[in-house]
């Protein structure tokens, strides 16, 4: 089979009487076949120069003919112009052109007015979808691999008839972004629009709906022998406010007012959503939020050990305070499904984790620092970050900021403290909320101690801390 190429300007009398001619063959031909590309006289030069590159090839006019090698698997042989063509034509199919000049002109113009028509049609066509925007940083990271076929879903958007996301990586290559966006286009999920990336903040959070900021800060040993710790922390929390203030300003003048921003990471998680907050003056401090959910998931898997049940059968954990820093996990309102202890009911059934479990040492001690430990456990076995722990928690509080869970289901959620539990303002800490009809509030039917307000405000003093030091620098 002889399969052609030919590509030209719509507006090229050439490149129309070259169509009409492959038109012919391919009507008297069975086996020839003709493939067009008709392209705007504003972008052929680049386009050519493009396909040229990309072929090894070299021509200057329009139109541009090949044949693909279909048979042979091979790339497309380059026949030239019009005139290669027509010579190609008479010298294998004895079929020739005799378009006087003018039909070659006509032809051309009607070319060119249905290319641009094709153009409004289409453009009305794309004006008529309206995607969900959805933004992921660092998308590079192991944890956008794994967040990504499980967010494009109506189990996490149940409204939502496309998504448009948008993977920006300041550090990573371009290329390797092209290789995850065809990846992520091979996934044919339904829900998925289009797929662009972003290496530089020129339009970074354009439109946004949903924001996912997966950035981390890791250790950086090239100084460890000439640096202090402190130091070292400061070194970090300067780029972490170099980069969360500028993320901040933008998110403000260009995402939507209704935007959604989720902050995950191991490192300075309530200190950049707090920076988010501080620069994105014009959106409600309540539309930001970084989650302890992997960290409320690390309790339950260490709790269900103990108790011999599934961590899914656990609920109703409280992470308090700082979470990439001093937090406790509080197991007051924890219950307990399938114990198999001396009382047992149907599935609904439940017990006061703290009613079955009496060892208090171990709550408050051991347990606490197994908590601190697991992720970096995890990590030291793996070697990378608890990836899929940290997608699973933020696909978590989606699905119930979305609307997808029980009302009086509990999450720790760091959020901005105006005065909550006699908190100090203007800091983000990690306390109870529920989430109801796309709004989450903040729990009050828990006790708060003595022991816990202390907690408490050694979390809010070293939050304070960072953030003096982040308006220092």
């Known amino acids: 089979m002889a399969k052609f190429v030919l590509a030209g300007r719509t507006d090229c009398p050439h490149y129309a009487k070259a169509e009409l001619l492959a038109d012919s063959l391919q009507r008297s031909l069975p086996n020839f076949r003709i493939h067009k590309i008709s392209i705007l006289p504003d972008e052929w030069e680049e386009w050519l120069e493009a396909t040229c590159k990309r072929h090894g090839w070299k021509h200057e006019k329009s139109p541009l003919v090949w044949r693909e090698l279909v048979d042979q698997g091979g790339k497309g042989m380059l026949l030239g112009g019009f005139s290669d063509f027509l010579e190609h034509c008479q010298d294998y199919y004895s079929i020739t052109s005799d378009m006087p ?24 066509r794309a004006s008529l979808i309206k995607p969900l925007h959805i933004w992921i940083s660092s998308a590079l990271s192991p944890t956008c691999h ?34 995850l966006k065809m990846e992520i286009e091979d996934l044919a999920l339904p829900l998925l629009h289009q797929v662009s990336i972003h290496t530089d903040l020129e339009q970074a959070f354009q439109e946004a709906d949903v924001i996912l900021l997966l950035d981390e800060w890791g250790s950086d040993d090239s100084d460890a022998e000439t640096e202090s710790e402190q130091e070292k922390k400061k070194k970090k929390v300067k780029e972490v ?26 490192s300075f998680v309530n200190l950049r959503c707090l920076l988010l907050v501080d620069n994105a003056c014009s959106i409600d401090s309540d539309q930001f939020v970084t989650m302890a959910t992997q960290v409320e998931n690390e309790a339950r898997a260490i709790m269900a050990k103990r108790l011999k049940v599934k961590a899914s059968d656990i609920t109703d954990v409280i992470v308090w305070g700082n979470i990439s820093g001093s937090f406790y996990i509080d197991l007051q309102r924890a219950k307990v499904f399938n114990f198999n202890g001396a009382i047992r009911g149907p599935a609904f059934f439940s ?8 060892d208090r040492k171990w709550l408050e001690t051991d347990f606490q620092d197994l908590v601190r430990c697991q992720r970096a456990a995890v990590a030291s076995k793996t070697c990378q970050a608890a990836a899929m722990s940290a997608a699973n928690g933020i696909l978590t509080i989606l699905k119930a900021w979305n609307g997808m869970c029980s009302p009086d289901k509990v999450f720790s959620l760091g959020v901005l403290c105006p005065g909550y539990y006699s908190l100090p303002d203007g800091i983000v800490l990690s306390v109870p909320v529920t989430f109801r009809d796309g709004k989450w509030s903040v729990l009050f039917d828990v006790t708060v101690g003595d022991e816990l307000k202390e907690r408490l405000q050694l979390s809010a003093s070293e939050l304070r801390q960072e953030k003096e030091i982040a308006r220092l620098l």
């Open 146 to 179: 794994f967040l990504v076929p499980n967010l494009l879903s109506a189990e996490v958007f149940p409204h939502i008839t496309a998504i448009s996301l948008h993977l920006l990586d300041l550090e990573g290559g371009k290329e390797k972004l092209h290789g």
């Open 101 to 124: 000049t003018d039909l070659m002109l006509s032809v051309a113009a009607e070319n060119l007015e249905m290319k641009r028509n094709l153009i409004v049609e289409e453009q009305h």
């Open 241 to 266: 406010s170099d980069r969360y203030r500028v993320y901040g300003q933008l998110i403000d003048t260009r995402a939507t007012k209704d935007v959604k921003v989720i902050v995950s990471g191991d």
């Open 351 to 358: 017990h006061s984790l703290l009613q079955i479990f009496h």
